[in-house]
């Protein structure tokens, strides 16, 4: 298969049809600009599982994304989009960067959820952006980022939703948003526990990426634990 593009947990290979990829997913765990690396066995399958169910839920919920199905253990067919180089990201409670930037507590409950954008700029460290940057870097229109902020929030209330109903509490999350061969806005890249904070709702542990961040425990046992609650009662 043609390799498109290996980013630091997955890779984009093409098919043989023109307008559709598939995502593969890596066991690398990178944090803090990938300065903070590891290979964690069999990562990738349950970041594929757990991301597969979570397109398949917000597909069900009339949310467009990239996903067509789930191919292998490790693959997921989707669209071929072009990506927008930002990361949006939805917060309930208060952790991770806006704890550290705004000087704030740490599991503050966030009400309405609060919608941030960031420039998907590795050499720059992703930096906050408002409409204001984007429009000057010219990352998208003013109607794309109302409209990704509309699906970003309309996300957040599905996802939420369904997490509550398993145990989990979905502090934050980051989407990615891409235009698909048809034209149409779409939730595109991954949604697991890389790319969300998880809390157990009864304990408050952090069964997330936090715990390879802050070393806070096995990686690996808190995925395993996001799935069996998702796939469970
Ligand atoms: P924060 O801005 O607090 O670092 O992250 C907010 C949320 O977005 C967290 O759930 C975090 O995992 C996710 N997030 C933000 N930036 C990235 C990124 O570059 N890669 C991944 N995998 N997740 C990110």
Not at 55 to 84: N, P, Q
Not at 181 to 190: F, K, Q, R, Y
């Amino acid at each position: 298969m043609e390799k498109l593009y290996e980013g630091k947990a997955k890779v984009i290979y093409k098919t043989e049809e023109e307008d559709k990829v598939i995502v593969f997913f890596k066991d690398s765990a990178t944090a803090f600009d990938a300065t903070k690396r590891a290979e964690i066995e069999g990562k990738g399958v349950i970041n594929n599982t757990i991301s597969s169910l979570l397109f398949e839920l917000l597909e069900k919920s009339g949310i467009k994304t990239h996903y067509i199905k789930k191919i292998s253990d490790r693959e997921m067919l989707v669209w071929r989009a072009k990506r927008f180089d930002l990361e949006v990201v939805v917060r309930n409670i208060t952790a991770g960067s806006l704890c550290k930037r705004l000087g704030l507590e740490e599991g503050l409950e966030l009400k309405p959820p609060l919608v941030e954008f960031f420039y998907k700029n590795d050499q720059l460290h992703d930096p906050l952006v408002c409409v204001e940057h984007i429009r000057l870097l010219n990352l998208a229109e003013d109607w794309q980022v109302q409209s990704m902020k509309e699906m970003a929030l309309k996300t957040n209330q599905v996802l939420k939703e369904f997490f509550k109903g398993h145990g989990l509490l979905l502090v934050d999350f980051k989407l990615e948003f891409g235009i698909l061969p048809d034209g149409s806005l779409a939730v595109i890249d991954e949604i697991s526990p890389d790319t969300c904070r998880l809390w157990d709702a009864k304990t408050g542990e952090k069964l997330d990426k936090d715990r390879f961040r802050f070393d806070l425990g096995d990686l690996m046992e808190g995925y395993r634990r996001v799935l069996e609650k998702i796939q469970g009662g």
